[in-house]
């Protein structure tokens, strides 16, 4: 008997520890067929207080969702702040990512931290505005050049070719500013002789700071009658500026961008029209080419995003109403 219950007791204790083997074995199974993390993308905009920028964090966010990618996407609170830009990629360097989208505040700034994200085989895709550096791999953007140049088209057409003229500008160190300020003095000075740029200041895309510049521009030169605006925020400055100085209908205002304050100058006949960007669509186009990249795929030197004229005529066209933005 005895021997019969040692038996019976051994047995019990086999089978005891081959359930719980089989139960360890059940719990790993999953794992060991789990899949790997998403690459992960970060995008580092210009700012994120205008909804030019929102606009664009869409367009990414929606890419993200359809290429199954994770992405984090942050800006500093004004497009002047280029050493919190430099903080925010440096960071982003640090989390090791897959890949980074950039947009420079200033074009020669973050060159040691691109050549540093290079040497770690991280793709760069630069967007909105270049990097002075070759660097990244593609730009997603707007032609700024063109687009500049055909807003002073229209500033001459509607100011019958002759008169003074003044440009606020977001900056004078990242492409976006310089191009979108050379495109418009460029085509004035070459076609239009009877026309005068008397000022350009920059307002570092701040519609306070770029209010009290274009006031200082009329207070300044009473007969001007014409007033660039070469973003959002610049623009809705010369628009609050005009306003608070009862110009109204005195001046020509041609703006950049869009975004609610702009539509409604443009509704209520304070600014005659504006070009307007395909923000989604550069957003998109940037995660795009982030992940083209990383699959090994063949990514253009460049993406033009398109851009467009709107004023009263066209602002409920299908076409303007999906690159414009509230």
């Known amino acids: 008997m005895k ?8 047995s019990l204790v086999l089978i005891l520890a081959a359930c719980a083997n089989n139960t360890t074995e059940q719990k790993e199974e999953p794992n060991s067929g789990s899949s790997e993390e998403k690459p992960y993308i970060a995008i580092i905009s210009k700012g994120f207080q205008h909804q030019f920028w929102q ?20 800006g500093p609170e004004s497009e002047s702040q280029v050493d919190k830009q430099m903080e925010m990629l440096r960071t982003a360097l640090d989390k090791k990512p897959n890949a980074i989208g950039f947009a420079a505040l200033d074009s020669q700034a973050a060159t040691p931290l691109l050549e540093e994200a290079s040497e770690q085989d991280i793709p760069i895709i630069a967007f909105d505005s270049g ?41 004078q160190v990242s492409l976006t500013g ?44 009473p007969d001007i009658a014409g007033i660039y605006g070469s973003n959002e925020g610049s623009a809705i400055g010369v628009v609050n500026a005009v306003k608070e100085l009862g110009k109204e209908g005195e001046v020509t205002i041609i703006g950049f961008d869009s975004g609610k304050q702009q539509i409604d100058a443009i509704k209520d006949g304070v600014m005659a029209g504006a070009i307007t960007q395909n923000p989604e669509g550069i957003g998109y186009e940037t995660v795009k080419a982030a992940v083209e990249a ?19 005529s066209n602002l409920e066209d299908k076409e303007i109403q999906a690159a414009i933005y509230e």
């Open 3 to 10: 021997m019969k219950s040692v038996l019976a007791i051994i």
């Open 55 to 74: 606009a664009v964090q869409s367009g990414a966010e929606k890419a993200a969702e359809e290429f199954q990618v994770e992405i984090t996407f942050e």
């Open 131 to 171: 990097v002075d550096s070759d660097i990244p791999i593609t730009t997603a953007s707007t032609d700024n050049y063109a687009a500049a140049s055909l807003a002073a088209e229209k500033m001459a057409e509607l100011m019958d070719e002759e008169g003074k003229v003044a440009l606020v500008v977001h900056d």
């Open 178 to 221: 310089t191009q979108r300020r050379d495109g418009f003095v460029e085509t004035i000075e070459e076609n239009y002789p009877n026309m005068e740029i008397v000022d350009i200041q920059y307002g570092g895309g701040d519609h306070l700071e770029s209010t009290n510049l274009a006031k200082a521009i009329l207070q300044a030169n």
């Open 294 to 312: 990383l699959d090994g795929k063949e990514v253009p030197e460049s993406i033009d995003t398109g851009f467009f004229w709107y004023d009263q």
